[in-house]
């Protein structure tokens, strides 16, 4: 079954940081763009970062200089390092591939997501 597995979300204060990891299993996705999706309470699913098979990353203008996506090749796990976080970050965080780099569209392997909620 194939699967991508997030991790790593919590309770943190304002302008505290957390990292999240995106775990692959059934298959690999190190030729894949991989990207990082949230979603809010009563809001949709929005785009928040992503990076390439060849390590190039965009961000959402959200979160642009606070977050930083990367992937660990040998391990096959893509990383979300949050700094700076805001109460207005507190999401379900998803992993999923990217099948439009330029529109981010996103692929078919949602998990469960990961909760991280950021206290004022």
């Known amino acids: 079954q194939v699967q991508l597995v997030e991790s790593g979300g919590g309770l943190v204060q304002a302008g505290g940081s957390l990292r999240l990891s995106c775990a692959a299993s059934g298959r690999t996705f190190r030729r894949s763009a991989m990207g990082w999706f949230r979603q809010a309470p009563g809001k949709e699913r929005e785009f928040v970062a992503a990076?390439?098979?060849?390590?190039?990353?965009t961000y959402a203008d959200s979160v642009k200089g606070r977050f930083t996506i990367s992937r660990d090749y040998a391990k096959d796990i893509v990383y979300l390092q949050m700094n700076s976080l805001k109460p207005e970050d507190t999401a379900v965080y998803y992993c999923n591939t990217v099948t439009n780099i330029a529109t981010m569209l996103p692929g078919n392997y949602w998990g469960q997501g990961t909760q991280v909620t950021v206290s004022s």
């Open positions: 990076i390439t098979w060849s390590g190039g990353s």
